[in-house]
């Protein structure tokens, strides 16, 4: 019995393996290449297109770290007072939308509850509004609180109520109907009897 030769199969071995170690050294170049170009594309700052009456205007933006100032805790405490208290008609489906930008998640659970009591005070045969007047706020470094005029109206006629709300608030991620990610983590609301 005649032994077959290993040199041939031997050699062919080598040969595959010295193709595979070619090509994982060329994918291995194209994919340190490709990672430079991304780290280039995400850390250079953006071309910001405008188009205004059909004239585009081309500039250059630049990134800045954005310092949150009590003004700016104070806007979200606005924003989060008018969605919430100013309605044409009681929707809870409308408040909660109009208001989950503002805060957590554990907060909207809490303020479903809130509007779900609200909801079963209301009588179903009258027209009922409500709006808010002369908001006024104040920021300390704990909290922010907020005062105004609660105005419910039934079939027309007011009934004002003097309302204080003092807010936590935690930043969270940005979005973009809250471009800050300040968010109001938890409320507490006095209101006069």
Do not use: H
Request: aromatic letters at 6%; zero cysteines.
């Amino acid at each position: 019995m005649k032994r077959k030769n290993p040199l041939p199969s031997w050699l062919g071995l080598n040969r595959e393996l010295d193709r595979q170690k070619l090509l994982s050294l060329i994918l291995s170049a194209i994919n340190a290449i490709l990672v430079i170009v991304i780290t280039y594309l995400v850390l250079s700052p953006p071309l910001v297109i405008t188009e205004d009456r059909g004239k585009k205007d081309y500039s250059i933006a630049r990134r800045v770290n954005v310092e949150v100032t009590s003004r700016d805790l104070e806007d979200v405490a606005s924003q989060f007072i008018l969605a919430r208290y100013q309605w044409d008609q009681f929707d809870r489906t409308s408040i909660v939308k109009g208001i989950t930008p503002f805060i957590t998640n554990k907060l909207t659970g809490k303020i479903k509850k809130e509007l779900t009591k609200l909801a079963k005070q209301f009588p179903k045969d009258k027209l009922i509004s409500q709006s808010v007047a002369n908001i006024q706020s104040e920021v300390t470094m704990e909290k922010i609180k907020v005062s105004f005029d609660r105005i419910l109206k039934v079939d027309g006629l007011p009934l004002v109520t003097p309302i204080e709300v003092e807010f936590l608030m935690m930043e969270g991620n940005s979005n973009q109907l809250n471009p800050l990610g300040i968010y109001i983590n938890n409320i507490i609301q006095y209101e006069a009897i």
